[in-house]
């Protein structure tokens, strides 16, 4: 059995084994997936200690437009409840200042405020109206009682704003005077697109997450695969970005692994088409004794995993990175045998070769100077752009991975 078949024929191993474990012990979590199609997402960490009476003013683009926006707040890694007492979405004007007249308050079960218990995330009720694609979405949060971790995403690359008190009414930014290079319990945003609207959630790491773009420009790969989306002919049009700075496929550190997380991050999200997973390098380059062979096995579990979901798997090579400190002919080969299995294999719906656009033609081991964003592992804002302009548009507008 090959191919496709192989794949189904794991993707039914998977699911009775699932099965099998969760008769025998706690039932793992299931999302109830909502209607609608993601426009942007984050994936959620734990992140240092949260601070009662503090509001947060969350500037957040979107992907694809639509009616009747809808918020996902998380509590993912608090240890206590945390109740939100006011949450509002406008648009941006400049800074934390909003568009007069855009500001309005979300609510949830028709509640104006909630209460989101440890571990769990909470979908706010649609927003009347229609919210732009490609725009800048301000959420404005305020929490009295927060205690204990906080759950955010600590690399933002876009700048949002802080006050005490509770301040997301105005639309003033006067009250909104501190910075934050992070995002704090938002984790999601979908709308109403038209039928048949899908999306892509790219599952990765620093690279993916932006690192050595350029901040508040929207610049990372994603961003830029989001605008072709926007103006292709596809009808996939939304756009999740899930990476994580740090992260690893196999091992839990910076943020869960990505076979940790998975469930969590990408299959939750409504409107998933295709998977994108781009990640790899932070398992190779730490030289804990990942081989080809596990990293390869961590691939195919997420493969089956998105296909007994009944989602595509786009999947990129691991890109060059011999000049950064980690670098060694070890975790070469193990990149260039991880990289033969990813174009070769047969695995993925489609494949993205990340390698070949960012490689040096002299050097093959090392990132184009052109692309390098200066520490040899991280594509600059050219690097982005090449890597968005040489995925197949066409390829992510899966129906149907397997026969």
């Given at each position: 059995m090959t191919g496709r078949l192989a794949r189904a024929g794991r993707a039914a191993v998977v699911l009775l084994l699932a099965s099998a474990c969760q008769s025998a012990s706690t039932p793992a979590k299931v999302f109830d997936v909502p209607a609608g199609t993601v426009t942007w997402a984050a994936s959620a960490d734990r992140f240092g200690e949260a601070a009662a009476d503090r509001g947060y003013r969350l500037v957040v683009h979107t992907s694809v437009g639509g009616r009747d926006p809808r918020i996902r707040l998380s509590n993912a890694f608090g240890d206590r409840p945390v109740t939100f007492g006011s949450v509002y979405a406008g648009l941006q004007k400049e800074g934390a200042e909003l568009v007069r007249g855009s500001n309005r308050r979300l609510t949830f079960g028709r509640a104006r405020s909630v209460t989101v218990p440890a571990g769990e995330t909470v979908l706010s009720d649609p927003l009347p109206g229609r919210l732009p694609a490609e725009s800048n979405l301000v959420v404005s949060i305020h929490t009295s009682d927060a205690a204990g971790p906080a759950t955010g995403h600590w690399m933002a690359m876009q700048t949002s704003y802080a006050t005490r008190g509770d301040h997301t009414v105005e639309e003033s930014a006067a009250n909104w005077t501190q910075t934050s290079g992070s995002w704090f319990y938002l984790d999601a945003v979908s709308v109403r697109a038209g039928a048949g609207t899908g999306a892509v959630v790219a599952l990765g790491d620093s690279v993916t997450d932006g690192w050595q773009s350029t901040r508040d420009r929207n610049r990372r790969w994603p961003d830029h695969l989001a605008r072709r989306l926007q103006r292709a002919d596809t009808s996939v049009k939304g756009v999740a970005n899930e990476g994580i700075a740090g992260n690893k496929v196999l091992a839990d550190g910076a943020g869960h692994s990505a076979l940790n997380r998975l469930d969590r991050d990408v299959l939750s999200q409504p409107g998933l088409r295709t998977v994108f997973l781009f990640e790899g390098v932070n398992d190779i380059k730490a030289h804990t004794g990942v081989t080809a062979d596990d990293l390869i096995e961590g691939y195919r579990e997420i493969v089956d995993r998105v296909h007994a979901a009944g989602?595509?798997?786009?999947?990129?090579?691991?890109?060059?990175?011999?000049?950064?400190?980690?670098?060694?002919?070890?975790?070469e080969a193990v990149r260039r045998d991880v990289n033969d299995f990813i174009r070769t294999s047969g695995e993925f719906d489609t494949v993205t070769d990340f390698d070949r656009i960012l490689r040096s033609p002299s050097d093959p081991e090392r990132i184009h100077s052109a692309f390098d964003g200066g520490d040899h592992l991280h594509p600059n804002d050219k690097g982005m752009q090449a890597m968005a302009d040489a995925v197949d548009l066409r390829s992510l507008d899966c129906a149907d991975p397997l026969p």
């Open positions: 989602k595509c798997v786009a999947a990129a090579t691991v890109g060059p990175f011999k000049g950064w400190s980690e670098w060694d002919p070890d975790a």
